[in-house]
T-cell receptor, first 113, second 110 residues
Framework: EPEVTQTPSHQVTQMGQEVILRCVPI?????FYWYRQILGQKVEFLVSFYNNEISEKSEIFDDQFSVERPDGSNFTLKIRSTKLEDSAMYFC???????????FGPGTRLTVT | GQQLNQSPQSMFIQEGEDVSMNCTSS?????WLWYKQDPGEGPVLLIA?????ELTSNGRLTAQFGITRKDSFLNISASIPSDVGIYFCAGISGTYKYIFGTGTRLKVLA
């Protein structure tokens, strides 16, 4: 069964450093998403992406965040200058055309020290 | 911003019992989804609802899209130990902006 994959599974970085989180969505999906989940809390929408453009973004997705689809398979989330409060699980998800059923990856745990 | 409140926050039930949980919002959503999250994993889609009043089943799970489009309900019949986890509702706002609920943590006692 096709699945969304994410790398790395755990990333530790120092405050102020840039990080790039990577995702490979399901191959025939065209809509891509990033979410974050602070430990023990709810899943928070960051951004949706379609046709090489951001479709929607939340208030959390400020100028320090960016997304990119650098090739036909990867979808990345960049955090330019990490803060302690960026420590969370980051989930990538994808969905098909005309289909709101999202499938999530296993997540990347980001720890900012 | 938009918020989805789920109740109960957590519940302990005996194996074999039926479970009900709900999700309410002050905003209207045109699509509702229910997910289950196991510890350390991403949410897994259980049921998607697209029309007000719609009732949809997936095995022992049944979900309903409220008539007002401001709420949704999930029922689990004859619970088993592997039903343990966190259940999230999600509503779609705009085109592809998903708002997740606060979650219901379910614990099943064998």
């Amino acid at each position: 069964e096709p699945e969304v994959t994410q790398t790395p599974s755990h990333q530790v970085t120092q405050m102020g450093q840039e990080v790039i989180l990577r995702c490979v969505p399901i191959s025939n999906h065209l809509y891509f998403y990033w979410y974050r989940q602070i430990l023990g809390q709810k899943v928070e929408f960051l951004v949706s992406f379609y046709n090489n453009e951001i479709s929607e973004k939340s208030e959390i997705f400020d100028d320090q965040f960016s997304v990119e689809r650098p090739d036909g398979s990867n979808f990345t989330l960049k955090i330019r200058s990490t803060k302690l409060e960026d420590s969370a699980m980051y989930f990538c998800a994808s969905s098909g055309v005309g289909d709101y059923e999202q499938y999530f990856g296993p997540g990347t745990r980001l720890t900012v020290t | 911003g938009q918020q989805l409140n789920q109740s109960p926050q957590s519940m302990f039930i005996q194996e074999g019992e039926d479970v009900s949980m709900n999700c309410t919002s002050s905003s209207i959503f045109n699509t509702w989804l229910w997910y289950k999250q196991d510890p350390g994993e991403g949410p897994v889609l259980l049921i998607a609802l697209y029309k007000a009043g719609e009732l949809t089943s997936n095995g022992r799970l049944t979900a309903q899209f409220g008539i007002t489009r401001k709420d949704s309900f999930l029922n689990i019949s004859a619970s088993i130990p592997s039903d343990v986890g966190i259940y999230f509702c999600a509503g779609i706002s705009g085109t592809y902006k998903y708002i997740f609920g606060t979650g219901t943590r379910l614990k099943v006692l064998a």
